[in-house]
DNA sequence: CGAGTCACG
DNA sequence: ACGTACGTGACTCGA
């Protein structure tokens, strides 16, 4: 492991042989990492907190981490250092595998690796994460990535380290009878498919599946392929075959249950650590070019929750004894910056109106009295609202609903004479895009969109929607982060024992100490709520349980 | 290792 | 005449 100080000297942590020799090293370096007052500069720094932090040392003061300090400048490009190396400073670093082998279980551990080798690469590590420091700060600054850097994503390094490391528990005996369950439907579908279809057939191969479908049972002679000429078998596509033949019914409802059983039910159990029993994702900050968040090993940011079958999965994530979920969420954060980016304000008296704002919506775009809304109209208006988010087109909302084109534009230009200022807002973020060659967050994090000038008009149109998508889901991103760092600095200072758990963009899941829930969930909403003004309020729904199924 | 599919916000 | 809703990660198949 290494680190740089501002002064660019190398520091090698070895691996000693003897525990003496450990606690010698540690108490030595412990005074450096543990000083408030020194700014601590690396590459992927929330590996290092962690690492320090098995030997017992709280990583404090400023971060400067040079993957996230990319990530700023250049939100769609990639972070690693020997490429940042290479393009930066023109020098290849020793490769890590050179020392330890190629990643797979025959990988060795660092402390295998002769000292002198290791110290040649640690020292060169250190150098090189200190040059490209010295190249990004610059860069950063002048960027006006500066405030981002310093109050958001530097600081949050830590909040996500912690949150790795506690993890979240499991409830092993719940997953074995979700398994078993999910095992003898799906062999019995297995079979039920196999005589409707008369023969036996890999149903997980799309390819067969396609076969099978159309020109076995012929289901439809129109069916569309895809690039590769395979038969498309998406949930969309079968879905409306489902009244041609009883087996239609019966590959879903077998992909279904197979989706859960090998992503979740069989999947999680083997990622329990063996020494915390616990499950710990990492997340990572450098991926979504929007600002988001993304998680992964395991992805504990796609948990079933649509769907009443998949939803009982959440039921296996439980707090431990004494303790209980509390989990707060945005209520409609990205309409909500919709409204208060574009200062429309029609848009702004629905939120400040307190009504459903689908129904609002849907009231204005069908001409209708609020409490004459159907169900049928606040789901189209809804739908219409996520579009608006998303970049809207005509194409894609008839597709949604499936609806004419024609008719799909004309309740575009409905929405747009109910929220005027949506589309003024919208043709000056893109307006913005091709002046500046970037749009930004309220945050200032920037996304470059060189195809906004493309004469493609399919390759312009996505750069288009994300010239006005981005801003939306990228300050949303930003405001949570904040909420995070500032609940996760009171929960510290004011010692609490509860802990944050999980992120899942715009809900925060906590490990309460039952004695401490009151008092949390008020620091909690109140954190969340007040994480930034806007011209509407925050909203923050949240709820408690004894699992992550009753606390949603 | 790309393609197809599908889980989430 | 084109072909698109925004952002992710994981699994399975099959060349």
Redo the contacts with the bound molecule.
Sequence with gaps: MTFSWEKGTGYLIHFPESQKETETILEIVRPLFENPAIRKIGQNMKYDIQVLANYGIEVKGPLFDTMIAHYLLEPDMRHNMNLLSESYLGYSPVHIESLIGEKGNNQKNMRSVPVDKLMEYAVEDADVTYQLKMIFEPKIISGGLADLARDIEMPLISVLAAMERNGVKLDLEDLKSITINLREDIISLEKEIYTLAGTEF?I?????L?DILFIRLKLDEKARV???K?F????EI?QRLTNKHPIISKVLEY??LK?LL??YVE?LPLLVDKKTGRIHTSY?QA????G?L??????L???????AR?REIRKAFVPEKGHVFLSADYSQIELRLMAHLSKDESMIADFLSGNDIHAATASKIFGVEIDKVTREMRSRAK??N??II????S???SE?LTIGRKEAKDLIDGYFNSYPGVKIYMDESIRKARDLGYVTTMFGRKRYLPDIHSRN??VR??AE??AI?API?GSAADIIKIAMIRIFDRMKSEEYLSKMILQ????LIFETATSELEKLKDLVIFEMSNAVKLDIPLKVDWGTGNNWFEAH
């Design positions: 890999n997980s191969s799309p390819k067969q396609g895809t690039k590769t395979q498309i078998t998406n949930e079968l992909r279904g989706k090998s992503t999947a990572n991926v979504a070019a929007t988001r993304s998680s992964n090993n395991p992805n940011q796609n948990i079933p929750v649509r769907d998949g739908t219409a996520f579009g998303y970049g809207i087109s194409f894609g909302l949604r008009q399919v149109g996505n929607r994300n998508n889901q899942v963009h715009d809900e």
